[in-house]
């Protein structure tokens, strides 16, 4: 079984950038579909971006869309999510979550998150 650690939060002021790592034990990250979620305060927890298991489509939420991007390097069996332009709303604790079956599954494995503080 899978399992992911995210680094890289912290905090950061608006219109900066931070990088979130997400890192995978194991010898099947390659042939997972990853995703990054977040979860502000008193909200429920919210897509951010996705990427397949080969790194070619990736597919983003609005509120991210041109600001964020997600990648990953299955050699070093890590996902990232470039975080350009943050915004006082983007405050949340970050997930990175993999789905072990087909990319229609749920997501079935999460880390621990990670959190991302912006100051306006």
């Known amino acids: 079984q899978v399992q992911l650690v995210e680094s890289g939060g912290g905090l950061v002021q608006a219109g900066g950038s931070l990088r979130l790592s997400c890192a995978a034990s194991?010898?099947?990250?390659?042939?997972?579909?990853m995703g990054w979620f977040r979860q502000a305060p008193m909200k429920e927890r919210e897509f951010v971006a996705a990427?397949?298991?080969?790194?070619?489509?990736?597919s983003y939420a609005d509120s991210v869309k041109g600001r964020f991007t997600i990648s990953r390097d299955n050699t070093k069996n890590t996902v990232y999510l470039q975080m350009n332009n943050i915004q006082p709303e983007d405050t949340a604790v970050y997930y990175c979550a993999a789905k072990s079956g087909s990319i229609w599954a749920d997501y079935d494995i999460w880390g621990q998150g990670t959190q991302v503080t912006v100051s306006s």
């Open positions: 194991g010898r099947t990250f390659s042939s997972y579909y």
């Open positions: 990427i397949r298991s080969s790194g070619a489509g990736t």
